[in-house]
């Protein structure tokens, strides 16, 4: 059960290496920025098949760690999980000032999240990479090209409306994050409210 802390008011394809500099010159934008989701998909795939292959145990070693397992699993549920709501002013005061123990994560796909994002946070897109957080650190800077968040840091998601940044909520904490914060608002949110105060230009 989590504990809600309220905050202001509320298939495999190939795995042949796609070059970024022959899409850009052969292909639109818009194409670039979808091979991007599925060049990223496709690497968490194969990261996931190769540790996948590489951790194979007998039955004999299942059963002397199953007591370790269960000691360990006892202690992940004990870490009750504290989940603060956050709006717009919130994350305002966030990207002004900004916290090394706070990570704002964009969980859109990374074609949405190059069209525009809330300055300073990273993209971990939910659907194209749902287990991302439950990498090794290495495999982790492998694909994303920067560091894992630490879980020490309290993770704050956003997405389009809130669906899938509440859905990365969930499942950061399976694993083992219990630092988090959902911006349900999301982007559209944040869009609409930077438009009526003037920070960005409304749309035609």
């Given at each position: ?60 070693e ?31 005061k ?93 982007y ?17």
């Amino acid at each position: 059960m989590f504990r809600i802390v309220s905050k202001s008011s509320l298939p495999i394809l190939s795995s042949r290496c796609i070059s970024k500099n022959l899409i850009k010159s052969s292909l639109s934008t818009n194409l670039y920025q979808q091979s991007l989701s599925l060049s990223l998909s496709y690497k968490f795939i194969n990261q996931f098949q190769s540790r996948f292959n590489s951790t194979k145990v007998n039955n004999n070693e299942i059963n002397s760690t199953e007591s370790t397992t269960e000691s360990t699993e006892s202690i992940q549920r004990s870490k009750e999980p504290i989940i603060t709501q956050y709006n717009y002013e919130d994350i305002k005061k966030l990207i002004s000032n900004p916290s090394p123990s706070q990570t704002l994560i964009d969980v859109r796909e990374p074609n949405e999240y190059l069209e525009g994002h809330i300055k300073g946070a990273i993209n971990i897109p939910y659907k194209s990479t749902p287990g991302a957080l439950d990498l090794s650190d290495e495999e982790f800077e492998d694909i994303f090209k920067f560091t894992k968040p630490s879980k020490n840091n309290e993770l704050i998601f956003y997405c389009l409306a809130g669906v899938r940044s509440t859905a990365s909520l969930e499942l950061a904490s399976m694993f083992g994050y219990t630092k988090l914060g959902n911006y349900l608002g999301s982007y559209e949110d944040w869009v609409l409210n930077e438009e009526k105060n003037g920070e960005i230009q409304p749309k035609n």
